[in-house]
């Protein structure tokens, strides 16, 4: 029950239960005994509930994007790339290769510094062509728009809505 409790408005259902029902409330507890949280006592429902699930640290990883936007030279081709402008550029116009630097684009986050072998293309509606990566390191996958310069293969290109 606790591990389903994923939004806050089931944190708070849950913390009820745990201030109506001593059986439950008393589970929580043996749990946080377990766990080594000590102030159990003094805790309301809630707070217990929030304790015990422990999202503290997923809760301080960035999720939102950021808008590095910066020349680089292709690590595949050898090929200077300058910035994309208004659509960052995170990949090779000539060979569509990628370095795999992010964990969420622009952080520069990731430890792998593998390449990103362009593995499939999809057309997606308003977001067009939309190119799919996966790290040749580590077998992470990404997909990224394509760019209106990008060498992409025959009968793709950017602005048309069928391939």
Do not use: W
């Amino acid at each position: 029950m606790l591990s389903q409790a994923r939004s806050r408005g089931q944190v708070k259902t849950l913390g009820r239960m745990l201030d109506a029902e001593p059986e439950v409330r008393m589970a929580a507890e043996t749990l946080a005994r377990a766990r080594g949280i000590d102030e159990f006592a003094s805790m309301d429902g809630k707070r217990l509930v929030k304790r015990l699930l422990d999202r503290r640290s997923a809760a301080q990883v960035r999720t939102n994007p950021i808008h590095r936007d910066e020349a680089f030279e292709c690590i595949h081709c050898g090929h200077s790339e300058v910035p994309g402008g208004a659509m960052v550029r995170d990949h090779c116009s000539r060979c569509l290769y990628g370095l795999h630097v992010d964990i969420v684009p622009g952080d520069r986050a990731a430890e792998c510094g593998g390449k990103l072998v362009p593995i499939d293309f999809t057309v997606e509606g308003r977001a067009g062509v939309v190119i799919h990566y996966r790290c040749a390191v580590c077998g992470y996958t990404h997909r990224t728009r394509a760019h209106a310069d990008d060498n992409l293969p025959v009968g793709l290109r950017v602005g048309e809505n069928t391939p």
